[in-house]
């Protein structure tokens, strides 16, 4: 029980800090347009999987192949600034993924609305 409670509470620490080296400390405007959804720490705490999603507006050119690129252009510089924040014995391994419950959400929606009419 007590393991649950430390993962959990380094779950959202992660969480916390990622969001707010995505959108205040890279000054790159693809990803300051991603939200983290969720983190989950395998059961070692040696990887996080980040699950994340984007914002796209009307006027940007943002997909998730230019998302997923920047990410993994990123991804050690975003590892190295996780652990200058965080105290812990060892930083995880950072594996994004996009999380397409937005997306699933969205479909469900259009498919209600489709049988009401």
């Given at each position: 029980m007590g393991n649950y409670k430390i993962s959990a509470r380094k779950e959202s620490l992660i969480l916390r800090e990622l969001t707010l080296i995505l959108s205040r400390e890279l000054q790159n405007p693809i990803l300051n347009s991603i939200s983290i959804?969720?983190?989950r720490l395998t059961h070692d705490q040696e990887l996080a999987k980040i699950y994340y999603s984007f914002i796209v507006?009307?006027?940007?050119?943002?997909?998730?192949e230019k998302v997923t690129e920047e990410l993994e252009k990123h991804h050690k510089?975003?590892?190295r600034l996780l652990a200058a924040k965080v105290k812990m014995r060892a930083v995880p391994d950072l594996e994004f993924i996009y999380d397409t419950s937005l997306d699933n959400a969205n479909k469900i929606e259009k498919i209600l609305n489709d049988l009401k009419k």
């Open positions: 959804s969720e983190v507006f009307t006027n940007s050119d943002i997909t998730l510089k975003i590892r």
